[in-house]
C-alpha cells in the first residue's frame, strides 16, 4: 500500500496570505488527522476529520481550518498567515479513530515571512 | 491533561549501548504509543502497548508500562547510530491521541 502523502512538500508565504496544504491518506484509512510541529511548541494536535465530519478539535484559531473529501482525503486551510505559522504540518491517518495507530505523511514545511 | 512527558528530553550515548527513555502521563488510559522521529520527517510509529499489558518487545525495542504509576520507559537495546532521533510516547485515552514533547537521543559511532 503507498503510505500517507502530502503536498506540497515546502511551501513560501508571506504574512496576510492564506495557504492550502493536501493529505491523501493510506487507502482503506477513514481517519486524518493533522499537527503542528514547531520547535518552541512541539507537536500540537490540530484536528481530526472522520467521514468528512471533523470529530476533534485542538487549541487553534478559527483561522485554521480543514475538511475531509468523500474518499478519505482531507486539506487544511490557514488564513491571514503570521510568522508564528512557519512550522511543518504532519498529517496522519489511521483506520478508524485518531486512537488507533497513526500513520504519518512526510510533512509540508511552512515558512512564512 | 492527556499528554506524556518524557525525560530525559535529551540523551547522548556510544553505539552499542543501551537506551533507557521514560514517559509519564496523568490521565486514564486505553493504549500508549511510542514513535520516532528522524529529524524533519514524520513519525513512525514503533510498538503499541495495551493498558492491561506490562511488557512488550518488537525486535530490539522494549517497552514497559505500568499504569498505577502511569508511566512507561522504552528501552533500545545495542543501539546503532541510525537511532538517532527523536522519541514521543503519546498515552491514548479515549479521545485525540496527544504527543509529548519527545526525548531527543544521539546515538554517537
Known amino acids: 500500500k503507498a503510505g500517507v502523502t502530502q503536498t506540497p512538500r515546502y511551501l513560501i508565504k508571506t504574512r496576510g496570505q492564506q495557504v492550502t496544504l493536501s493529505c491523501s491518506p493510506i487507502?482503506?484509512?477513514?481517519?486524518v488527522s493533522w499537527y503542528q510541529q514547531t520547535p518552541g511548541q512541539g507537536l500540537q494536535f490540530l484536528f481530526e476529520y472522520f467521514s468528512e465530519t471533523q470529530r476533534n478539535k485542538g487549541n487553534f484559531p478559527g483561522r485554521f481550518s480543514g475538511r475531509q473529501f468523500s474518499n478519505s482525503r482531507s486539506e487544511m486551510n490557514v488564513s491571514t498567515l503570521e510568522l508564528g505559522d512557519s512550522a511543518l504540518y504532519l498529517c496522519?491517518?489511521?483506520?478508524?479513530?485518531?486512537?488507533?495507530?497513526?500513520?504519518f505523511g512526510p510533512g509540508t514545511r511552512l515558512t512564512v515571512l | 491533561s492527556q499528554q506524556g512527558e518524557e525525560d530525559p528530553q535529551a540523551l547522548s550515548i556510544q553505539e552499542g549501548e543501551n537506551a533507557t527513555m521514560n514517559c509519564s502521563y496523568k490521565?486514564?488510559?486505553?493504549?500508549l504509543q511510542w514513535y520516532r522521529q528522524n529529524s524533519g520527517r514524520g513519525l513512525v510509529h514503533l510498538i503499541l502497548i495495551r493498558s492491561n499489558e506490562r511488557e512488550k518487545h518488537s525486535g530490539r525495542l522494549r517497552v514497559t508500562l505500568d499504569t498505577s504509576k502511569k508511566s512507561s520507559s522504552l528501552l533500545i537495546t545495542a543501539s546503532r547510530a541510525a537511532d538517532t532521533a527523536s522519541y514521543f510516547c503519546?498515552?491514548?485515552?479515549?479521545?485525540?491521541?496527544?504527543f509529548g514533547t519527545g526525548t531527543r537521543l544521539l546515538v554517537s559511532p
Open positions: 503519546a498515552p491514548v485515552g479515549f479521545q485525540k491521541l496527544v
Open positions: 496522519a491517518s489511521s483506520l478508524a479513530v485518531n486512537t488507533d495507530t497513526q500513520y
Open positions: 487507502s482503506g484509512h477513514r481517519s
Open positions: 490521565t486514564s488510559i486505553n493504549n
